[in-house]
């Protein structure tokens, strides 16, 4: 401890040091900026998802007896279940009238849709006869729809020994964007109850989406959901958001892992220069040892001495690189056209926000801390004890 | 700071039978051979001898910061020869004070932290609460040497006389009871040299603190109570 105020006058004085502290910031920030920017990432990911599929989802069947009440007085008597909403999924493909699509269809010219039958308001068609949607932006792009255009659906009856196929009409009253590019390019949003009726179906609604108060167990709910679900009907199950939405975002994580272990090796570079930079200062300032040595530093104090150096070097490194790393969060628009020679790097049309999301995690960013600390201290042994096998007299002759 | 709990009458350093000698090529070069000697307490004693004569080896042995070959020193009546790397360090840190001929301070700290630069090494971990005390210490010596207005300057801005104020200050920092001086004034002109050496015995006899002082100046050793001669690694008279 007695020698950190040493170490600093050997900091401010030497600029070898503030030179290996630069390196050290340099893997800091850029690793605080990634990280940063992968949990918001995921962070925006997991909003999305759970914006669109709810906290939980229960799917049944269309074999399912049990009426929509049914479902309803039960969830209501789940304390932590804030919103429930009947959705009916069902599968078609999408053209635009008058194309190729759907007077001669070829399965390079449809595309495979989800049809979604939901409460939620859709304005309403002007053309008689033909049913309104809402399409997702990707998808009205990739067909070529703009508001008030007229579109075919094909789809498939139920439970018929032969395919029965359905052929409608269905215009387009406004989009959507969810954020989720695997949401907005294969959904088409209908009333549920036209949904059912146009198909053929027998029960409106597939799944449930289930909204939780902030304070509930997720997996808690699910398992009591799952028990309470067997009283009432054989025909469904309970999944979480992240079992609907998780491969998207281990994604993630996963490639915030890789980028975290790549970057992390800058720090790791930067910390064994450090061996460099210390045995080059030991080279120089042999007398310095040599005088320590006679004026009583044991060989222990000279190796704390030379940690502490390593400390020093390791907090200005630490604090300017979390200097450096708030300032490019800050900036990470500029620094993104800045890589991309003046284009955003994150494509719009794919990633869907209009700023690059941060999440800064204070604990994520204590764990890159006592890292650096942790390596740059394993490296700093070397040349600290080879400090304290120098002989006093041979170091004090050094000039 | 240095507590004397031994009897008066028993020299504070006693060398018996001192030899070193340094490898060169295939032969050997013998510096010290079976050196007896003995230095009272606040005795100021000058080793005189020409150059490679071994004063300085011998300084260096008897401060600790070299092995000899073979022999025995007794400080305060203690043998300290065969002492471990810290135990050796810990005495040199509270009993012995150096002034060397190149001053050897660090250049990255003031004149008043070089002056502290002992006690930080002594106090270790305790050094926190004893600060306040050792700058006030530091304070003085340094007004002592002639060097209140210049704690803050650093050893470039120092000339050498004041740079071995500095390092007088700094062997004194811990009242160590035995000063060893290599050539002091070995780096300064005579004049200067003659003051520096001056002021090292005014304070070191103030302070009844045995010096001894490697020299090859006559009139320097005719300041010390007694002198010793070396030639060929032992005492001559």
């Not at chain 1, 054989?234 to 281990?250: M, N, P």
């Not at chain 2, 007088?168 to 001086?181: D, E, H, K, V, Y």
């Amino acid at each position: 401890m007695s020698f950190f105020s040493l170490a600093v006058a050997y900091f401010r004085a030497n600029l070898i040091l503030p030179l290996g502290s630069l390196g050290i910031a340099l893997g800091v920030g850029v690793l605080f900026t990634v990280i940063s920017v992968f949990n918001g990432f995921t962070s925006e990911l997991e909003t999305s998802i759970r914006k669109v599929s709810g906290d939980l989802i229960v799917k049944t069947s269309l074999m399912n007896k049990t009426s929509e009440e049914d479902f309803r007085q039960l969830f209501t008597s789940f304390s932590d279940i804030v919103h429930a909403e009947p959705v009916l999924h069902w599968f078609g493909m999408i053209g635009r009238r008058g194309s190729r699509a759907v007077s001669a269809a070829r399965s390079s010219d449809l595309s495979g849709v989800l049809l979604v039958g939901t409460d939620r308001d859709i304005p309403a068609a002007s053309i008689e006869g033909v049913t309104a949607m809402i399409v997702g932006e990707i998808l009205a792009d990739k067909l070529g729809l703009k508001i008030g255009d007229v579109a075919e659906v094909v789809s498939q009856r139920p439970n018929s020994k032969h395919a029965q196929p359905v052929r409608h009409s269905f215009q387009l009253t406004a989009t959507q964007s969810t954020g989720r590019f695997d949401q907005d390019i294969d959904r088409v949003l209908v009333n549920r109850t036209q949904l059912a009726q146009l198909i053929g179906l027998d029960s409106n609604f597939t799944d449930w989406k289930i909204n939780l108060s902030n304070s509930a167990d997720l997996m808690a709910v699910q398992h009591d959901l799952s028990m309470a679900l067997r009283d009432i009907t054989e025909r469904s199950h309970v999944k979480t958001w992240r079992d609907v939405g998780g491969t998207l975002l281990r994604a993630a994580e996963d490639q915030k892992g890789t980028l975290a272990i790549v970057f992390g090796f800058i720090v790791l570079v930067a910390a064994y220069q450090l061996i460099a930079t210390l045995l080059l200062l030991i080279s120089d300032k042999r007398q310095d040892i040599g005088i320590l040595g006679a004026i009583g530093a044991s060989p222990a104090s000279i190796r704390s001495f030379f940690l502490a150096l390593s400390c020093v070097v390791t907090t200005f490194g630490v604090v300017f690189g979390l200097i450096i790393g708030m300032l490019l969060n800050a900036n990470l628009h500029h620094v993104e056209l800045l890589i991309g020679g003046g284009k955003p790097v994150f494509l719009p049309e794919v990633y869907k926000f209009d700023h690059i999301p941060v999440a800064v995690d204070w604990p994520q960013v204590s764990i890159l801390i006592v890292f650096t600390y942790v390596i740059t201290l394993l490296f700093s042994l070397i040349p600290a004890v080879r400090a304290t096998r120098l002989p006093i007299v041979t170091a004090l002759r050094q000039r | 700071m240095h507590s004397d709990t031994t009897n008066s009458s028993t020299p504070l350093l006693r060398a018996t039978g001192l030899s070193k000698s340094y490898k060169m090529g295939r032969g050997s070069l013998q510096v010290l051979q079976s050196l007896d000697f003995e230095l009272q307490r606040a005795e100021v004693c000058a080793v005189m001898g020409s150059s490679g004569s071994g004063k300085s080896t011998l300084l260096q042995i008897l401060g600790l910061m070299d092995s000899c070959d073979s022999g025995s020193i007794e400080f305060n009546a203690k043998e300290i020869s065969k002492l471990s790397a810290k135990k050796s360090a810990m005495l040199r840190a509270e009993q012995l004070g150096f002034v060397f001929q190149q001053f050897h301070l660090i250049h990255e700290l003031s004149a008043l932290e070089n002056v502290l630069l002992p006690r930080r090494v002594a106090c270790g971990l305790s050094w926190f609460s004893k600060r306040q005390a050792e700058y006030h210490a530091a304070r003085q010596l340094l007004h002592e040497v002639g060097l209140e207005e210049r704690m803050t300057h650093r050893p470039s801005q120092l000339s050498g006389g004041e740079q071995q104020r500095v390092a007088i200050a700094r062997a004194l920092i811990s009242s160590p009871p035995l000063i060893l001086a290599d050539e002091p004034t070995g780096n300064l002109d005579s004049e200067t040299g003659g003051r520096i050496l001056e002021l090292l015995l005014k304070m070191a006899r103030e302070r009844s603190t045995s010096v001894l002082l490697a020299t090859h100046d006559s009139a320097v050793a005719a300041m010390c109570d007694r002198t010793i001669h070396l030639s060929d690694g032992q005492i001559v008279d």
